[in-house]
Nanobody, 113 residues
């Protein structure tokens, strides 16, 4: 199983970024994004289940949209109105059989004020 994340970068506050993750090697019940800021625990940003149900953290709700292409096995996260507190390493996550979690390599998102 491989998860290949892309789309991070440096953006000014108020800007937008789109993160993409391409998965291969298995089918997944849930795909999503987590983030980890320096000195903090990794936290869920958003996730989408195989039935299309979505879940967002309160910190990004209303500013972000997660989408999933089931045929291509990809998951995207569109983040708008970015804030400096969104700065973190973002990790793609996928849950496979027997609730096994898979992680991508992480992509840095930096929001300057």
């Amino acid at each position: 199983v491989q998860l290949q994340a892309s789309g991070g970068g440096l953006v000014q506050a108020g800007g937008s970024l789109r993160l993409s993750c391409a998965a291969s090697g298995a089918s997944f019940s849930i795909m999503g994004w987590y983030r980890q800021a320096p000195g903090k625990q990794r936290e869920l940003v958003a996730a989408v289940a195989s039935d299309g149900t979505t879940n967002y953290s309160d910190s990004v709700k209303g500013r972000s949209t997660i989408s999933r292409d089931y045929a291509k096995n990809t998951v995207n996260l569109q983040m708008n109105s970015l804030k400096p507190e969104d700065t973190a390493v973002y990790y793609c996550n996928a849950r496979g059989l027997f609730f096994k979690n898979y992680w991508g390599q992480g992509t840095q998102v930096t929001v300057s004020s």
